[in-house]
């Protein structure tokens, strides 16, 4: 009878252990996401008012933003947000997400701003896992890179000039690195071209937009 007690013992205080085990662990991974989406929104809002600096408007980047599905940009399905600058209520530029899928490594997250003339406001990369030292120079921190699409203008598919200088473009390419760049510019350029095929709705009020394939 004792062996018994005892046995029933360690298992209740075995069960005991598991619950409070896997209570830590969801609470853990709860507020692990959390803290990952907030750092996320953080990282996105500093990369949008990098490209249109907030005391150049006179709306918030965060709060004025349309929700599209555009698996052609995003490679999902999942809906996401189109940030819209304006002055003087107008719209002056859109921020579109889009994703590379053809990255060296992996998708590749960016943001590209599209000003009224379909000129480039600029290119920001949110995420990558390309390789340190090589196509991560893709990413600010690392390099001025993705500084050279700033006013630059996309003339169409017909335009040759729109790719990496390996490729007979404008675009400079890193030594030992062409693949990651060449994702974001044909990703750039599915953003322009998103934006012309959208372009009223995006500058209106209550825009009413549909993928491009």
Known sequence: MEMLTAIRNSALGLSIFAVITSGAIALTQVSTKERIEINEREQRARALYEIVPKDSIDNSLLEDTVTITAPYLTAS????DVFR???DGQVVTVIIPTTAPD???GNINIIV???ADESIAGVRVLS???????GDKVDLKKSDW?????GQRYEGSNDPSWAVQK???RFDQFTGATITPRAIVNATARAIHYFREN???LMESKPNLTGTE
């Open 77 to 80: 399905e999942q809906p996401v």
């Open 85 to 87: 600058a304006r002055r």
């Open 103 to 105: 990255g060296y490594t």
């Open 113 to 115: 701003g599209i000003n």
């Open 128 to 134: 990558h896992k390309e390789t340190p030292g090589l």
């Open 146 to 150: 993705v500084l050279s699409f700033n």
């Open 167 to 169: 490729d007979g473009g």
């Open 199 to 201: 372009k009223a709705a």
